[in-house]
């Protein structure tokens, strides 16, 4: 489900200042997260965990978007590579979040809300540290 099937599952048709806004706003991606099973989710937002096995896969590096340029700089090391390859990442929508952005969007929700969440994403925080 993308942005127009989730608001129009979810969007409050009597809050008249999103008449116009396409996009599902932060509350209602939230909910259409925690009202759907994460096998129904796109890869964008499913749990990492689902994605890459590392219990079944045995990986010699697991990087992180995160820390790119350091993981990146390491496997080049590691396999030979450095000096005769560059590797470079761009993020093309912005710069991420800053902790008062995040606290804003997180500021939105319920308590049980956040733990549900948490809970969805339970594996990627235990194996990801996320």
């Given amino acids: 489900m993308y942005g127009k099937a989730i608001v129009a599952e979810y969007r409050d048709r009597q809050d008249?200042?999103?008449?116009?806004?396409?996009?599902?706003t932060w509350k209602e991606f939230v909910t259409y997260l925690l009202n759907t099973p994460v096998t129904k989710f796109d890869e964008h937002w499913m749990p990492i965990w689902m994605l890459c096995s590392?219990?079944?896969?045995?990986?010699?590096?697991?990087?992180?978007?995160?820390?790119?340029?350091?993981?990146?700089?390491?496997?080049?090391s590691q396999a030979g590579l450095e000096g005769k390859l560059t590797v470079e990442w761009k993020h093309r929508t912005g710069t991420g979040g800053s902790s008062d952005t995040i606290a804003d969007y997180y500021s939105q929700l319920t308590q049980s809300e956040v733990a549900a969440l948490f809970k969805k994403y339970q594996l990627d925080f235990e194996l990801y540290g996320y």
């Fill in 54 to 76: 590392p219990c079944i896969v045995r990986y010699d590096v697991i990087a992180k978007m995160e820390t790119f340029s350091e993981d990146t700089q390491f496997t080049l």
């Fill in 16 to 24: 008249k200042n999103l008449t116009s806004v396409l996009e599902p």
